[in-house]
């Protein structure tokens, strides 16, 4: 038999399935349908480095055990390829990124097939292809239609290396997610899209779905629902005017202890009392410093906390009716609750070390704590004092009574918040969709007629932002100026780009029906694809994309143009593959892993092998070349296996038991995404094998079909060569027979003294006496014994005797 030969072999098969079509997915078909989808890759210029398969190859896992269960599997591939690193890599050579894409596609492209994937390649999709963001921006008209889009004037993130506007949760650490550049706040006009009216939804059908603890706890702590209540307090300032400012507050209860307010630097009510308090320049000063800095800093729990009092301002406390300062304070956010708070430095870290900076009082309202030494933070135990009708409740009574008192005595009432905010959805960019709006001096803001769709990305000569933090398409005249749709009078077209995250936001629903010209898919196949059966991808965006792709759907939905009203019936997650140093990948590390070179060396199958064998899927592990190694010796080893398959070879029960027992085994793994115990159960099979004289063809190729969805090369050249003309990755999943699954005997370890001795093979269920005399009999066991005499026996069926002897 010739020598395994991994390159040969895997070229054979790639070549037969694409030629034959055998992972494409029928839109009409009696079968019943599943739907796997990993989250499409974004095209980089480095290609893929080792981690990056690791989700695919799971899913490829499950992808191929279904169809050999008579699924009809769609597991489709495409292309995520707008985004802020092709459009950087442009800037600094001047090449197109359309050209830089298509490279960078195509490189993965290659990549990908090599290590034999399933996909589904006749559904391919581009995000940067016009007849995919046509759709993309049909989305937007329609959101914009039902009053979910428009355009504000507000402070954002501004990356101020990459010149563009981000989404919070695009601010990592302080710096931009992208780039790592500077994050300050600069005050722009932006497109915002409303995801905050489904935020009750968001939350709330997370019920619905099975997704992983840990990604629900992350969708729900991003949507950060609160209960609790507003509050009216009334300012005064030497004008007169009836002014006041509204808090949100989760604690009614602490009202009594509140002793200075303050406001967000952004509050309109900073501007309008700037000339009514006593010190105008230095509240404009600190106001103009923090508008310099990333929410980040401004939050960070461990800086040192900064403010300015707006002297002459007084706010009335409704509670107590006494009058408090009124500050301006950086850790206070326009973009979270109502951007004012009431200060209550007794039960709160960062007001107790504010009021001890500037010497403000602080008032102890639950008693447990020194409020002379810090704040008495653990607020939900504890009795409420020096809070009139409130004095002697526990706090959730307190809450509820003082909920109670501001909405009877009318300057509040209950309320729920959400910390989610809108989406900012305006990047000031080239390399993203352009968003179909026209600016009419008569008419506003006009969407482009459906029939003028796609609008096209125009060519520009330099992708830089403009000096003014524009898109480089503002400086296109001839595009920018047009005609309203809607007068027909002179308009300019909006030169903000969409988000990467737009055209990630419904791909999966593409993949559907990708060359559909007249819809983002047909009604029929989406009811027949919808929802994805199960979605697997990285926990870093389990509150980016995750978020935002089921607040796309579920208007969607709502509109009646999908079906379900949630996009993933499953999700779950992987952990990275770090270097073999245990850090990041990352090409400034010097820590990256090519798989191209892993393949070339030794082969795809032994790389997917031990990509799925290397540790706990859900946990980061360092990659180790010397484990790839190992698995591709394991390879070798089952190519030496088919010489030994005989017709004539005897059948061995306990090789009957263990074939069974790794059907069930490797079924139930693959679901529960054990896979690296799978591949263990594989292996041990195998050893199995090789200290047979012969083994069954039955038993070889239920082993071959369980070694498919893993290795599928050598499974599919393997199950030839065992005489079959279909394929490996067609044939019926192994079913085990539970008859075959019983253990006729087991193995007895015999202990004298608590140390290991001997064992012995008896049947099932022996009962005591007959194991505790075979345990004394046993020959290694006898010499221990000899001059002693027996205390105790200890008898645990089915496992060990412990003999006691002295």
């Not at 909920?403 to 809108?422: F, M, N």
């Amino acid at each position: 038999m010739a020598r395994y030969n991994a390159q040969e072999i895997e070229a054979k098969w790639q070549k037969r399935w694409e030629t034959e079509g055998v992972f494409c997915a029928s839109d009409d078909t009696p079968k019943p349908k599943y739907y796997l989808l990993i989250e499409f890759p974004y095209p980089s210029g480095q290609g893929l480095h080792v981690g990056h398969p690791r989700s695919y190859t799971a899913l490829d896992v499950v992808a191929r055990k279904r169809r050999m269960q008579g699924y009809n599997v769609l597991y489709p591939i495409g292309w995520d390829a707008f985004g802020l690193p092709t459009e950087n890599f442009a800037i600094k050579t001047g090449e197109h990124p359309r050209v830089v894409t298509e490279r960078n596609v195509n490189r993965f492209r290659i990549q990908l097939k090599r290590l034999g994937f399933s996909f589904d390649w006749s559904r391919e999709v581009d995000t940067t292809d016009p007849g995919y963001y046509k759709w993309t921006q049909w989305i937007f008209l329609k959101l914009w239609e039902r009053g979910l889009a428009y355009r504000t004037e507000m402070p954002i993130n501004w990356c101020t290396s990459c010149n563009v506007g981000l989404a919070n949760e695009e601010v990592v650490g302080g710096v931009c997610e992208r780039c790592g550049g500077e994050v300050v706040r600069r005050v722009k006009s932006q497109w915002m899209l409303r995801i905050t009216t489904y935020a009750e939804r968001l939350l709330a059908d997370l019920d619905t779905v099975q997704f992983l603890d840990k990604i629900k706890a992350q969708q729900s702590n991003w949507i950060g629902r609160s209960t609790g209540a507003e509050v009216d307090f009334p300012v005064r300032a030497r004008d007169g005017a009836k002014r006041s400012m509204r808090i949100f507050t989760t604690r009614p209860d602490t009202l009594f202890g509140v002793t200075y307010m303050v406001l967000s630097p952004e509050h309109r009510l900073v501007d309008e009392l700037l000339e009514l308090c006593d010190n105008a320049d230095a509240v404009r000063e600190y106001v103009r410093a923090a508008s310099q800095k990333s929410d980040f800093e401004r939050t960070e729990v461990i800086k040192e906390v900064t403010g300015v009092e707006m002297k002459g301002v007084r706010v009335l406390n409704p509670a107590t009716r006494a009058e408090v300062p009124l500050w301006i304070a950086d850790y206070v956010l326009i973009s979270y609750g109502t951007g004012a708070i009431m200060a209550v430095p007794g039960h709160d870290e960062r007001d107790w070390r504010f009021a001890r900076k500037y010497d403000l009082p602080v008032v102890e309202v639950i008693a447990g704590g020194d409020i002379e030494k810090e704040a008495f933070v653990d607020i939900d135990r504890g009795t409420l004092v020096n809070s009139g009708p409130l004095n002697g409740l526990r706090p959730d009574e307190a809450i509820v009574k003082m909920t109670d008192i501001v909405e009877r005595e009318g300057y509040g009432k209950a309320s729920v918040q959400y910390r989610l905010r809108d989406w900012v959805f305006s990047r000031q960019r080239y390399w993203g969709e352009p968003i179909p709006m026209v600016s009419c001096p008569s008419c506003g803001w006009v969407p482009l007629p459906e029939n003028d769709l796609p609008l096209v990305l125009p060519e520009v000569e330099n992708y830089r932002t403009t000096d003014t933090g524009e898109s480089p398409l503002a400086l296109l005249a001839d595009w920018v100026n047009t005609t309203c749709p809607s007068c027909g009078g002179a308009a300019k077209r909006e030169t903000d780009t969409m988000p990467q995250w737009a055209g990630s936001s419904w791909y999966f629903l593409r993949y559907i029906d990708p060359h559909n010209d007249r819809a983002l898919a047909s009604s029929e196949k989406l009811q027949y694809w919808t929802p994805v059966d199960w979605y697997n991808g990285g926990m870093e965006h389990t509150t980016l994309h995750l978020l935002y792709s089921r607040f796309w759907h579920k208007f969607l939905y709502d509109i009646g143009a999908v079906p379900t009203p949630e996009p993933y019936a499953k999700r779950t997650s992987h952990g990275l593959i770090l270097g073999e140093n245990g850090e990041k990948m990352s090409k400034s590390r010097g820590n990256v892993v090519n798989p191209d070179e892993m393949v070339d060396k030794y082969g795809a199958d032994s790389f997917r092998l031990y990509e799925m064998f290397m540790g706990a899927f859900d946990q980061p592990i360092p990659w180790s070349t010397q484990g790839l190694n190992g698995m591709n010796r394991f390879l070798y080893r089952v190519w030496e296996l088919l010489p030994k398959v005989a017709a004539d070879a005897p059948e061995d029960p306990e090789t009957t038991r263990l074939v069974h027992q790794s059907i069930r085994k490797v079924t139930e793994d693959i679901e529960a995404i054990k896979f690296n115990t799978a591949v263990a159960q594989l292996m041990t099979l195998s050893n199995k094998f090789q200290g047979l004289a012969g083994i069954r063809p039955q038993d070889f190729e239920i082993f071959v079909l369980l070694l498919a969805p893993f290795a599928p090369h050598i499974a599919e050249e393997l199950w030839e060569r065992s005489g079959h003309d279909s394929l490996a990755a067609t044939a019926p999943w192994p079913a085990w027979d539970d008859a075959k699954l019983a253990v006729d005997s087991v193995t007895i370890v015999v202990q004298v003294n608590g140390k290991l001795r001997d064992s012995f093979q008896a049947p099932v269920d022996s009962p005591k006496e007959d194991l505790e005399k075979a345990a004394r009999e046993a020959e290694k066991v006898r010499p221990h014994l000899q001059g002693k005499t027996v205390r105790k026996v200890i008898v645990v069926p089915n496992k060990l005797v412990n003999i006691v002897a002295n």
